[in-house]
């Protein structure tokens, strides 16, 4: 099992940037894929993106495709989510969450992720 922290959020004007960190516990982070997820208010959670368990590839929604960039440390057992270009619509919670299982092809779904971290507030203000 691996429990995830993540840190970073906070309030930022339209155009700044933030990143996000995950921490996860445990010796075996690097036989995860790992995930960012994001919750709006009263909207489904729904994919950003995600990287391979070398780092060797990564996936992103179309909406944050340019301006988000997903990366790992697996020394550090940390990923990370440097985002730029920030706009009022990417306001969220911002969870990191981790895949077990391998696969062909990163995860997409919230179904493919099996642990979940508590999320960290971004808020970008007009």
């Known amino acids: 099992q691996v429990q995830l922290v993540e840190t970073g959020g906070g309030l930022v004007q339209a155009g700044g940037s933030l990143r996000l960190s995950c921490a996860a516990s445990?010796?075996?982070?690097?036989?995860?894929?790992m995930g960012w997820f994001r919750q709006a208010q009263g909207k489904e959670r729904e994919f950003v993106a995600a990287?391979?368990?070398?780092?060797?590839?990564?996936g992103y929604a179309h909406s944050v495709k340019g301006r988000f960039t997903i990366s790992r440390d697996n020394a550090k057992n940390t990923v990370y989510l440097q985002m730029n270009s920030l706009k009022p619509e990417d306001t969220a919670v911002y969870y990191c969450?981790?895949?077990?299982?391998?696969?062909?092809?990163?995860?997409?779904?919230?179904?493919?992720?099996?642990?979940w971290g508590q999320g960290t507030q971004v808020t970008v203000s007009s």
């Open positions: 990287i391979s368990r070398a780092g060797g590839s990564t």
């Open positions: 445990g010796r075996t982070f690097s036989s995860y894929a």
């Open positions: 969450a981790a895949d077990r299982w391998p696969r062909v092809a990163i995860a997409v779904a919230t179904t493919g992720y099996d642990y």
